[in-house]
């Protein structure tokens, strides 16, 4: 499986709120504990925090106080998971956003950041509908599609 894919995994083990060993992730995921540590890391660094305990019992558990729960179900995490990936790849994104002031619209955006803000998913990224760097808050976007074609600084802002 996919590094994504583990990782979410791993998350729904960790669900249950009980303390998994760092061998019993690693046998469940069919990878080594050296990996179970790094998708820790790397969780982590998205914002998505777990509980270590040390010793004989010891393991990962879920923090319940994550505010990566915010996202309300899987497929705002599964779109989370997805736009992360496209920022790493700098892959553009066609998403069918609803606006306050424009109502749908379809744009092609250039993923830069995720953030959470007054308990809410953002993507912050370069809009190519409005010429500029803009906010879409994730409950917005209708649909999306990652697409082949990347972005660099280059051809982000059009003067």
Request: glycine letters at 4%.
């Amino acid at each position: 499986m996919s590094k994504i894919a583990n990782m979410l995994n791993m998350l729904r083990i960790l669900k249950d709120k009980e303390i998994h060993s760092i061998s019993s992730l690693a046998e469940k995921l069919e990878v080594s504990e050296r990996m179970i540590r790094q998708y820790k890391l790397e969780l982590e660094q998205a914002g998505i925090y777990l509980k270590s305990f040390t010793g004989k019992y010891g393991g990962y558990q879920f923090d319940e106080n994550n505010n990566f729960l915010k996202i309300e179900n899987e497929v705002k995490e599964k779109m989370y998971l997805i736009m992360k990936e496209a920022i790493a790849n700098k892959n553009k994104v066609k998403i069918k956003y609803k606006s306050i002031n424009s109502g749908i619209t379809e744009r092609i955006i250039h993923p830069a950041e995720l953030f959470i803000y007054i308990d809410k998913w953002y993507i912050a990224g370069f809009c190519e509908l409005r010429n500029e760097i803009r906010l879409f808050k994730l409950d917005d976007i209708i649909e999306y599609k990652i697409l082949e074609e990347v972005y660099t600084e280059k051809n982000t802002i059009k003067k």
